[in-house]
DNA sequence: CGCTGCGTTGAGCTTCTTCAACGATCGTGG
DNA sequence: CCACGATCGTTGAAGAAGCTCAACGCAGCG
């Protein structure tokens, strides 16, 4: 096969055997969303979830005056949306392809009935509500106990860690939304990045980013320093 | 019996039959904590995971200058730590008793091997994780989104939904610990309860809140309004 | 080539925090 | 039962962080 699936290889259906993925197949549905298109809305019923396959999503709230504040970006293989499953019927946020994407849409019904007929699917999804619960938990740290400095610090190095190798980060979007996913606005995160440049922590052309004080950047994570 | 069961009428255990529960009961252990108890600190490696039976159990984190945001508060019949259960083995948070509290503690591994057993167990935990994920992602609208009296308003209404009946509500924690959950201090939350008492919002006498304009609360929990 | 969205920079302002002092409340031990 | 201390809550004044508004440069794309 030319396009492996998209299915087999995630580890939220780790360990089903071959039936249980040929049911996952027959279940899903392919969806495409083009760059700026809405997947659903905060309060929208929700019929299912979701897995994207390429491209990235974000999931977001709205204030009322229009303010945006992000609290996931997904990534191929990871999956959203799964609380409307579980708990209350509508979606808790926004959702919204950011670039192109192709997503997996699973009705709710359809997998609710394999989920409990299948332990090893139903762990699988408790350690993604989990790792999930963890990331919100130092999101609410983070807006509460760090300022914005703190909070990009903080993002740079574990964006650093996953993508980048030595030191050179790209970024995976733009600075506006970088800043609604630190809990700021453009202008403050151009300011900061500008005074951390000034101060040679980092140097930052286009969207990409080069650590040059690894471990200034650590302390301003951490809360140990100001930026002055 | 005079003592009724904690474990037997909780949601999370539903569905579990007379077996299970006798297998609850033979792994769980009963723990006392006195006010300002610590249960356990972020980091600790996740023995297991609690079910508050009497008192308070607040779920925070701590910043390096002592600044404490609270994410959680937990009364009798809710569950606290499941995420060490599942995802990563370290309690991502704080724990600790707000008031004299009883709790019951489930060793890790006794647990999970019932869980992988018993599917509707496996559901259970699946909806309880969803609703917190669900009240993180309203947290952390509410930090980025929201402003103090916004934010304060919401908590009010939600707590006359929960407990009040008529519009008089009594506040369960202490108002150091209201603006710590809330994401701010004693003295903003000081100011602006006096604002809102001064333009006939609320009148507010000790740990007693009671509302006068139901309407006007509404709009500044929504961001319609200011309180100027 | 022009338009539109993105990013940057500046000036002023709002909200919230910090620091400090004081008052109230509650539990406890004398 | 009262007195005391500790914790909690309130209020004021000053300062800091970040937001708003506005203008402008730049790049990408049709």
Redesign the interface.
Known sequence: MLNIDPLANNSLFRGLNENDHNELSRISVSQEYSRGQTIFLEGQDGAGFYLVTSGLVKIY?????G?E?I?HILGPGEPFA??A????STY??NAMAIEKSSVVFFPRKAFSDL???R?SL??N???T??????Q??????A????EVPGRLAAYILLENEERGKNGDIKLPIAKSQLASLL?TIPETLSRILAKMTKQGIVTATGSSISILDMEKLQELA???TRLS
Chains 1, 2 share one sequence.
């Open positions: 709230k709205l204030s009322l005056d303010k504040q609290l799964e609380v499953l579980f708990a209350g808790p946020a989920i409990s007929k332990p139903a762990l999804m408790l350690a509500l989990s790792l999930r619960l963890r919100f938990a130092n999101m609410v740290e807006l509460s106990l760090k809990g951490d809360g140990e």
